[in-house]
């Protein structure tokens, strides 16, 4: 990339399909190869958001550099790369890298199921998350297989005008790809996740992401929830170990982190249009959550780029 991803605009772009305008409510079930979209950038796509689809990026051969939000990291294949809706997100390539991207919307998927798979897809979804295999396992192997029957069959004359397999295949992948994450974080706490409660937390967090911008206070979370502001808190500690407030907060920090590395503004712009009137006070509450004020925070970042950056670098030929 030239330069620093993030400085070129003033806002964060936000596609359907990378390169295309998004349109609201769009119902969508999409697959391509990674070069085909790729190749036309030189192998890189810039830091961009889709707004209420979902998209899974697999590498079978070849190698990324992967922005998602604030965090850098770099993914050899065989990886997943899943990504729930608004997140931030770009890629580097290596020329002529292997794979697919998965794109689709939750309706479209989920019309009609309220059970396992639905389940799935929200614990799948519920973060960004780099999802690492070896190419002889028989998981990988069977993923990169449905990967590629699913974009055979989207290819085909009647595929993407509504062949019922896409569908089936599709469900298939995120079936696999929920069992494989779960797999994989089998090793860290999980913590208390209630089944009962699952839905309601997720009402939590829709509610969450729709208002966030507003500071609504914690009492209209709860009265629109049909809960206590105690209730309301018992359900986010056993469903995530914090606070409603805590989980507030986090989501406010983030958003700020987003905008600090990827818009051009003056840190007092942005506290305006994160619904901050004072920009003192938004410095502060970000120094609370961060240790860093604002300006260290995005210079901080911004250097660190810089080494990722130049340790990725291939070395030069025939050295």
């Not at 690492?132 to 595929?159: K, M, S």
């Not at 914690?218 to 209730?231: D, K, N, P, T, V």
């Amino acid at each position: 990339m030239a330069g620093p991803p993030w400085a070129g605009g003033r806002h964060i772009p936000s596609f359907a399909l990378y390169g295309e305008a998004a349109s609201l409510g769009q119902e969508l079930l999409h697959i391509e190869e990674v070069q085909s979209r790729s190749r036309l950038y030189h192998w890189e796509i810039q830091p961009h958001t889709h707004q209420g689809l979902y998209q899974v990026l697999w590498l079978w051969r070849g190698q990324a550099e992967v922005l998602l939000d604030e965090h850098r990291s770099a993914a050899q294949a065989p990886a997943a790369i899943v990504l729930p809706p608004s997140v931030v997100h770009g890629f580097r390539f290596t020329p002529e890298t292997d794979g697919r991207v998965l794109t689709l919307s939750a309706r479209w998927l989920l019309e009609g199921e309220t059970g396992a798979l639905g389940t799935a897809f929200q614990e799948l979804f519920a973060a960004p998350r780099l999802l690492h295999f070896w190419a002889e396992e028989a998981v990988a192997q069977r993923l990169d297989a449905l990967f590629r029957e699913l974009t055979h069959e989207f290819q085909w004359p009647t595929g993407a005008g509504g062949s019922p397999v896409l569908g089936w295949l599709a469900r298939a992948l995120v079936w696999r790809l929920a069992q494989a994450s779960a797999q994989q974080r089998q090793a860290a706490p999980a913590g208390t996740r209630a089944h009962q409660h699952q839905a309601l937390f997720t009402r939590f967090l829709l509610l969450l992401e729709q208002h966030f911008l507003e500071h609504w206070p914690l009492q209209r979370y709860a009265e629109r929830l049909g809960l206590s502001l105690q209730r309301l808190n018992r359900l986010t500690r056993s469903a995530s170990g914090r606070s409603a407030l805590e989980l507030v907060h986090e989501r406010l920090t983030r958003e700020a982190c987003r905008r600090l590395l990827y818009i051009a503004a003056p840190a007092a712009s942005l506290a305006l249009e994160l619904g901050f009137d004072d920009p003192a006070y938004f410095s502060r509450f970000f120094k609370r959550r961060t240790g860093q004020s604002p300006q260290q925070y995005r210079q901080a970042q911004r250097q660190a780029v810089q080494v990722v950056r130049t340790v990725a670098q291939p070395p030069p030929a025939g050295g």
